[in-house]
Each structure stands twice: as structure tokens, then as C-alpha cells.
């Protein structure tokens, strides 16, 4: 802190002396300066005195200065804004406020102004409290690009209950999360983009997923999974004449390795095969033809559990 004297000098030889003050005072360049330039080490009052000693008399006179703190000045933390979007700052200080850079804001000398930044700014408030004392402090505002979101893919499963969903990545600062819209899922992970459902419902499933960073509004995107259900027939007619005269699953592809099993009415096995390929055409495991009645059938899947039903042979 400095101040500069200024003394009227007289005929005598002068010299500047700290009367009294909280801090040390040095005199630049010399003390017997008349306009010497005192700087101290703390605030406060101090009081500084200009001598003249002449071979016939001496004076003395006396001058308080006060040195006042800076006036103390908080931008506020540093924020975020969506580009497009306006945020507005405040300062706090007691004084007058001047904002830069000025075209960026609503009142640059207001302590609170709206900015409307295309960029990522830093912006410099200046306080001057009533004695002219200033000091500043800086507020850095980010600008964030819109968010953008894809949940990925529809999906047709067939006879299948489970599958992985496929949003985009999320970016650093996002944060994501899914939810059932419609249908049904159990979510392995609800807050990551490339989680894992089961317990899928026949159907479309509607599934929601929504991003956010805090600073930009929200934006989301929804995925169908479709699960389609098995058609099995009751009747077969095995006569040759090119309709039902086969067992045929519609969706037998979507199980996986497939093993089938056919029973009489009686409990007996009369037919069975590992990997069922949609061609049992009502005949026993030495390929004789059944007889008409109806049969109990197993289907046990490699993706999914037991299927079992009733079928009819009439020929």
C-alpha cells in the first residue's frame, strides 16, 4: 500500500518519520524527500510527520493517512449454461460493480447481470467501494452443447425374454437412466446405456431413455422390443395333401436347440427327438404312423423354459 506525501519544503533540511501506525513505513527513494512516496506493511491509520531544521529554528507538521483494505468481491462459483440459453451471475460486494466483457451482459454495472455467452467466457467483475478503493474477481461460464440421445435400435426377439439394450455412449457429465414405458423389463443396470433386460412380456415392450447433465433440459428417446409369441398347432393332419401335415412351431428358431418329446395318452414315450426341426408328421420313433387320438407333447428349449401342450393326430 503507498501513498505519495506531499510537503512544502522550507529553507531547513527535511525529513519524513512515522509518527505512529499498525505496520512498518518505508519512504521511496529517501525519507527527505518533501513528495517522497511512503509505503506501509498493514492497513490502518497511520501518521506521518515532515521536520525542517534550520540553524535558527525547527519545524514540524503533521498528516494522517489511512490506508483501506481493498473492498473485499465474490463472483460467485464458476457455472454452466446450455448453448442458446441465457444464466445470470451474481456478485457480492458493497460498492459499485462493473462487468466485463460489457456486450455479453444485460448491465454490465449491475451486480447481477444476465450473460448470453456463444462460447465458454470468463468474465471480470471490478469493484470500487466509496473511498476508490478497487479489486476484482472472475467468474468462468462453460457453455455445454445441447444434449442429443438414441436409445438404440427396435428389436424383434421372437420367443425370447431377454436381450441387451443398445443406447449411444454417454458423454463426460452426462448421466442416463431407463424406465419401463410400456410392457415389461427388469433392467440389469438402470443407469447404463448398453444394460441388460429380462423378463420381457409378449409383445412390444416400451422402453424410455432419458439423459441430463445438470445444465441442458433433459432429453430422451425410446426403443421397442418385441417378443413374439409362439403359434403351436392342436391339430395336425399327416395325409399328404399339403396342409398340417406337419407339427410346425412358428417361432421354433427363436428357442435355441429345441429337444421334443410326444406321449400317449397312456404316459407312454412314443416319440422323441433332441433337436426338433418343425418335421415330426405323427409318427412313432420307428416311423410308423400313429394312430388318431390325442398326444401329450413336451417341448424343452435351450433359451427358455418348458413348454408343454396337447396335440391331436387325425388323418
Not at 525519507?31 to 501518521?47: I, K, L, M
Not at 438404440?152 to 457429465?173: H, I, N, R, S, Y
Not at 433440459?217 to 399327416?238: A, G, M, Q, Y
Not at 418329446?261 to 422323441?272: E, H, K, M, P, T
Request: hydrophobic share 35%; with cysteine.
Amino acid at each position: 500500500m503507498e501513498f505519495q506525501l506531499n510537503a512544502v519544503p522550507g529553507l531547513g533540511k527535511g525529513v519524513w518519520t512515522k509518527i505512529n501506525g499498525p505496520g512498518d513505513a518505508v519512504f521511496l527513494p529517501d525519507p527527505n524527500r518533501p513528495d517522497a512516496t511512503v509505503s506501509v506493511s498493514q492497513f490502518g491509520s497511520y501518521d506521518f510527520a515532515w521536520s525542517e531544521i534550520s540553524p535558527n529554528c525547527s519545524s514540524i507538521d503533521v498528516i494522517r493517512v489511512v490506508f483501506h483494505a481493498p473492498p473485499l468481491i465474490d463472483a460467485g462459483p464458476d457455472l454452466s449454461v446450455c448453448r442458446g440459453n441465457s444464466i445470470q451471475l451474481q456478485a457480492t460486494g458493497s460498492g459499485s460493480f462493473s462487468w466485463s466483457p460489457a456486450g455479453l451482459l444485460s448491465n454490465p454495472l449491475i451486480s447481477n447481470p444476465v450473460a448470453l455467452p456463444s462460447e465458454t467466457t470468463v468474465f471480470t467483475v471490478l469493484l470500487t467501494d466509496n473511498w476508490g478503493c478497487t479489486n476484482s474477481d472472475q467468474i468462468k461460464v462453460t457453455v455445454e452443447e445441447a444434449l442429443s440421445v438414441n436409445a438404440g435400435p427396435d428389436q424383434d426377439l421372437g420367443f425370447v425374454f431377454e436381450t441387451d439394450l443398445e443406447a449411444d455412449d454417454l458423454k463426460a457429465g452426462e448421466t442416463g437412466e431407463w424406465r419401463v414405458i410400456s410392457g415389461y423389463g427388469d433392467f440389469e443396470d438402470i443407469r447404463k446405456n448398453n444394460t441388460h433386460v429380462k423378463n420381457l412380456g409378449i409383445g412390444v415392450n416400451t422402453f424410455i431413455w432419458t439423459i441430463s447433465n445438470n445444465v441442458c433440459e433433459p432429453v430422451t428417446d425410446t426403443v421397442n422390443i418385441r417378443v413374439s409369441d409362439l403359434v403351436i398347432p392342436t391339430l395336425i393332419t399327416p395325409n399328404l395333401d399339403g396342409r398340417n401335415d406337419f407339427f410346425v412351431i412358428n417361432g421354433l428358431e427363436s428357442l435355441g436347440k429345441t429337444r421334443f418329446i410326444v406321449f400317449n395318452r397312456w404316459g407312454a414315450q412314443v416319440y422323441a427327438v433332441d433337436e426338433y426341426k418343425n418335421d415330426w408328421d405323427g409318427k412313432d420313433e420307428n416311423g410308423y404312423p400313429l394312430l388318431n387320438d390325442t398326444y401329450y407333447y413336451i417341448l424343452i428349449p435351450e433359451n427358455t423354459k418348458m413348454i408343454n401342450g396337447f396335440i391331436v393326430i387325425k388323418r
